[in-house]
């Protein structure tokens, strides 16, 4: 089902508006993403050198390709804001190198910020904070083409039109303030605005966490009839993994500033090929009142990122460590020959094959039911 | 007085429940309560309305969106809303006594004693320069009238009881040096400082990491048998309240609209918003296929609609909905619904 989607993009751009920006075509990721670092330094010695720091992002590599959804699941501290914000460059990261459709960003040759930002746009959590409580809704939306050259005639009645596709009526809502709105109408504003650059790629950080839970069922709908309708591609951060499981054609766990697993969602979920996988599965609250969850997967919380444990990131909450486990970090690594390019299914694990042959005991079906 | 006390717990714990002194069978009756916010220029009415009973040793949950009125009716329970501000009607009664006729010092001997609450963000429950042990043990020391010492020796105990690893070295804590989980634990801990026969829960896990809020669950549901609890637990999470709860009480615009057993409201909801929010759960096998969301949005509370307050967003709805509240309609021995279609 899933290929056929993919295909089904590849199919489509043809007709898409957007087409003619596509420079190196279906094939080519739009988002290709290498060693990606950012540490926070929170100490320094007398001479300036960091004595300690928050390894937020440690190394990530990833690729968004064309047309899908990567969805990005991970406890608080993973690093999958930071990630974003990394992407965006609302932080600069330390290191690394991010490649927008084959250009690389912010470099020489390469593209601009300001055209990667219009290309890329984001949505954060918290609706009410993203959106400045002075503009109303129709001048917010308009804010962004306007910047970007367009006048002010066309960029309100490209707002207006937004708003319209968003499921908002714009003589209803154009002139409304953030604060009369509520949270699921607000998450559309910001949905709307995000999208009057006509951008490429869209992160979503957490853009459904807020809501309410009917509410949000209305946000993740349209958040699929837009992908349909503008042909885009989206990252989706969030914690909730049903949520993560219904909108992603691919997913990425990530641990510690890591990349623990990657893979096709489907294959991810039936056969998590990572202990630190598995067990944010089987920590989700069960919905068979006959089979309530007895043993929590995990002791303890999640470690902080600034000391970091020798060898695996996981080792000392993991329960099917080894001696090797604590001596020598796994790389992210291919799990079988069958798939290939992008679409394999990866994990950073010494144990990864046993892992999956425990999933042959179906967790997940206790737990997705 | 107070030594036994503290071995009395040490020893039996389930005893803790016998020794109290009301006779009654149920822990809590609510009849009616209503709860209106005033403020210049503003009416909310937050609860409307609610009917409600708990068991001795039973766990309900409370089920809602914001703005439901759940938090608020917790709150009635304890007595916690700004008392100028707030309007309740109604009839509140714990462990036998009225709750809303309660004076001040029967207040503070009610809240710890009778009934304690656990909140979702642990890290404001605490003040943040003292040292977490102390805080507990004053707790202790206030309402037990015992020694610091002895508070602190209870502060340990509760600890451990709450399986905080290195316990004695964590009394020595301050709130900030605890991760989220941990000072979760260290709420709860405070809460049961006073063994308490009735704890209020509000979205205690909602803050947490999953693989945190999992075990934060399985160490309410064993301290709830261990101690013999009453518990009520608030959350917008119906997998949570599946993991946590004997009966489930579904909250919209500030009514009560199903109660039932576990069972009956996860596998046979009856109360249309219930309904909904059941298929609007996300998950894996929905792939590809829209997900059948509850059109529109909650009402504003400080106009609530005349008839049911669901019915602006209920494909069942008629112009009955429109003007009258439904009454309950029992539909089993535990299990009842608000809503004329039924």
């Given at each position: 089902m899933n290929a056929e989607r993919i295909s089904a993009h590849a199919s489509m751009p043809s007709k898409q508006p957007l087409d003619r920006r596509d420079r190196g075509g279906q094939a080519q990721p739009l988002l290709s993403v290498r060693s990606l670092r950012k540490h926070f330094v929170i100490k320094k010695d007398f001479f300036g050198r960091p004595v300690s720091q928050v390894h937020a992002v440690d190394g990530v590599d990833f690729d968004v390709l064309k047309g899908e959804t990567l969805g990005i699941v991970g406890e608080s501290g993973c690093g999958k804001s930071t990630t974003a914000r990394l992407l965006m460059q609302l932080l600069k990261p330390d290191a690394g190198e991010v490649i927008f459709d084959g250009d690389p960003v912010g470099k020489p040759g390469g593209l601009s910020l300001r055209e990667m930002r219009r290309q890329v746009q984001m949505v954060f959590q918290n609706s009410y904070a993203s959106l400045n409580p002075r503009m109303s809704v129709e001048e917010s939306i308009a804010f962004g083409p306007q910047v970007h050259g367009l006048g002010k005639k066309e960029a309100n009645a490209r707002a207006r039109k937004l708003l319209d596709q968003v499921g908002l009526l714009p003589n209803q809502f154009a002139s409304r303030y953030p604060h009369e709105l509520s949270g699921g109408q607000r998450q559309r504003i910001n949905i709307a605005r995000a999208l009057a650059l006509e951008p490429r790629l869209l992160i979503l950080d957490e853009a459904v966490s807020a809501l309410d839970k009917s509410v949000e069922a209305q946000?993740?709908?349209l958040l699929v009839d837009l992908k349909q309708e503008y042909g885009l591609t989206y990252l989706f951060i969030s914690h909730?993994?049903?949520?993560?499981?219904?909108?992603?054609?691919?997913?990425?766990?990530?641990?510690?500033?890591?990349?623990?697993?990657?893979?096709?969602?489907?294959?991810?979920?039936?056969?998590?090929?990572?202990?630190?996988?598995?067990?944010?599965?089987?920590?989700?609250?069960?919905?068979?009142?006959?089979?309530?969850?007895?043993?929590?997967?995990?002791?303890?919380?999640?470690?902080?990122?600034?000391?970091?444990?020798?060898?695996?990131?996981?080792?000392?909450?993991?329960?099917?460590?080894?001696?090797?486990?604590?001596?020598?970090?796994?790389?992210?690594?291919?799990?079988?020959?069958?798939?290939?390019?992008?679409?394999?299914?990866?994990?950073?694990?010494?144990?990864?094959?046993?892992?999956?042959?425990?999933?042959?005991?179906?967790?997940?079906?206790?737990?997705?039911s | 007085m107070t030594a036994p006390c503290v071995t009395a717990h040490q020893s039996s714990p389930e005893q803790v429940p016998l020794d109290a002194s009301s006779t009654a069978e149920q822990m809590v009756d609510v009849q009616n309560l209503k709860v209106h916010f005033r403020s210049p220029g503003r009416f909310v009415q937050a609860v409307n309305g609610v009917d409600l009973t708990l068991a001795k040793g039973e766990v309900l949950t409370i089920l809602g969106e914001s703005g439901s009125g759940k938090s608020v009716t917790l709150r009635a329970l304890m007595r916690l809303l700004p008392e100028r501000r707030t309007q309740i009607h109604g009839h509140?009664?714990?462990?036998?006594?009225?709750?809303?006729?309660?004076?001040?010092?029967?207040?503070s001997r009610y809240r710890g004693f009778t009934t304690s609450m656990i909140f979702q963000e642990p890290m404001l429950a605490f003040d943040p320069v003292f040292r977490i042990g102390d805080q507990i043990a004053e707790t202790v020391c206030r309402h037990e009238g015992v020694s610091h010492r002895e508070g602190l020796a209870r502060a340990l105990e509760l600890f451990e009881l709450v399986r905080i690893p290195s316990a004695k070295r964590r009394l020595s804590n301050y709130p900030h040096e605890l991760s989220g989980g941990m000072s979760q634990?260290?709420?709860?801990?405070?809460?049961?400082?006073?063994?308490?026969?009735?704890?209020?829960?509000?979205?205690?896990?909602?803050?947490?990491?999953?693989?945190?809020?999992?075990?934060?669950?399985?160490?309410?549901?064993?301290?709830?048998?261990?101690?013999?609890?009453?518990?009520?637990?608030?959350?917008?999470?119906?997998?949570?309240?599946?993991?946590?709860?004997?009966?489930?009480?579904?909250?919209?615009?500030?009514?009560?609209?199903?109660?039932?057993?576990?069972?009956?409201?996860?596998?046979?909801?009856?109360?249309?918003?219930?309904?909904?929010?059941?298929?609007?759960?996300?998950?894996?096998?929905?792939?590809?296929?829209?997900?059948?969301?509850?059109?529109?949005?909650?009402?504003?509370?400080?106009?609530?609609?005349?008839?049911?307050?669901?019915?602006?967003?209920?494909?069942?709805?008629?112009?009955?909905?429109?003007?009258?509240?439904?009454?309950?309609?029992?539909?089993?021995?535990?299990?009842?619904?608000?809503?004329?279609?039924?």
């Open positions: 946000v993740l709908n909730d993994l049903n949520v993560v499981r219904y909108i992603s054609d691919r997913v990425m766990v990530m641990y510690l500033g890591r990349v623990a697993e990657m893979g096709e969602s489907e294959s991810l979920y039936n056969a998590p090929a990572h202990p630190y996988t598995r067990a944010l599965m089987s920590a989700m609250p069960s919905m068979d009142p006959d089979n309530r969850t007895q043993t929590a997967p995990l002791v303890g919380d999640p470690p902080n990122p600034i000391d970091l444990p020798p060898g695996c990131r996981f080792c000392p909450r993991c329960s099917m460590a080894v001696d090797k486990c604590s001596v020598q970090e796994p790389e992210l690594a291919s799990l079988n020959d069958q798939q290939v390019g992008s679409r394999q299914h990866q994990s950073a694990c010494w144990r990864a094959a046993d892992v999956q042959a425990l999933a042959a005991t179906p967790i997940s079906e206790e737990v997705l | 509140i009664k714990v462990a036998g006594q009225d709750v809303l006729a309660m004076s001040r010092r029967e207040l634990r260290a709420m709860i801990a405070l809460a049961l400082s006073c063994r308490p026969r009735l704890l209020l829960a509000d979205e205690p896990t909602t803050a947490l990491d999953a693989t945190v809020q999992i075990q934060i669950l399985l160490l309410l549901r064993e301290l709830q048998r261990e101690l013999g609890m009453s518990v009520i637990f608030v959350t917008h999470d119906m997998g949570v309240a599946n993991e946590i709860s004997d009966r489930i009480a579904v909250m919209y615009a500030g009514r009560v609209v199903e109660t039932g057993s576990v069972d009956e409201i996860i596998r046979a909801p009856r109360h249309p918003y219930t309904v909904g929010l059941m298929q609007s759960r996300a998950s894996g096998e929905l792939k590809g296929e829209r997900l059948s969301a509850i059109p529109g949005s909650p009402p504003d509370m400080a106009f609530p609609p005349q008839g049911c307050a669901f019915a602006p967003r209920c494909s069942l709805a008629t112009d009955e909905c429109q003007q009258e509240v439904p009454p309950a309609k029992v539909l089993g021995q535990q299990h009842w619904a608000a809503c004329w279609k039924l």
